[in-house]
């Protein structure tokens, strides 16, 4: 999927280039208009790509180091296989959460 979406930007890209390149060899346009249509163009992208990298920095940061899918400590609830892990795999990994003896000496 990585490798698909990689193309699929580079296709889009050339199709931008190329679209500059038609449109400065024009000679049917002015420069100013070619300058403003040129201007206008890389504002309208990075309207589109600015927010869209800064959410995915954001969500990058929110989602942590990337895990071994072997880990258990780390896949954050699913298992290798891609399946959720039950409740009793997660209390054996991470404990129950309620105090124990040995942290707190009031209990029980």
């Not at 891609?82 to 209990?107: K, L, Q």
Request: glycine share 10%; with cysteine.
């Amino acid at each position: 999927m990585k490798t698909i979406k990689i193309v699929a930007l580079c296709g889009l890209a050339a199709l931008v280039l190329a679209g500059h390149v038609a449109l400065w060899a024009s000679p049917e346009w002015e420069r100013e208009a070619k300058l403003r249509l040129t201007v206008l163009n890389a504002l309208g992208w990075a309207v589109v790509f600015v927010p869209a990298w800064a959410v995915g920095r954001w969500a990058a940061v929110h989602r942590g180091p990337k895990a071994a899918p072997s880990d258990p400590e780390t896949t954050r609830g699913r298992t290798g296989s891609g399946e959720r892990a039950s409740a009793e795999d997660y209390i054996n990994a991470h404990g129950t959460g309620a105090p124990t003896r040995e942290c707190d000496p009031t209990v029980g």
